[in-house]
C-alpha cells in the first residue's frame, strides 16, 4: 500500500530558477517557472504511485 507521506514534494527556488524535491529523495531538474516544477513533481508522485512498486528488503 503506498504511502502518501512518502512522496510529500515542495519547491525550493535558487537564483531565478525552481526545482521540485520529494521526501524520497528525488529531485525533479531545474526550471524557470515553479508551475513547471510542479508539475515535475506532480507526475513523480503519480508515476511513483502507479509505477512498479520498489522492491523493499526485508530483514
Ligand atoms: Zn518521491
New binding site residues.
Given amino acids: 500500500m503506498p504511502d502518501p507521506a512518502?512522496?510529500a514534494?515542495s519547491t525550493t527556488e535558487r537564483g531565478s530558477f525552481c526545482t521540485a524535491r520529494?521526501?524520497?529523495g528525488?529531485r525533479g531538474p531545474a526550471r524557470r517557472a515553479r508551475s513547471q516544477a510542479r508539475t515535475d513533481a506532480e507526475r513523480?508522485?503519480s508515476e511513483?504511485g502507479d509505477g512498479p512498486r520498489p522492491e523493499h528488503p526485508v530483514e
Avoid: S
Wanted: glycine share 0%.
Fill in positions: 512518502l512522496h514534494t520529494c521526501a524520497c528525488w513523480h508522485v511513483a
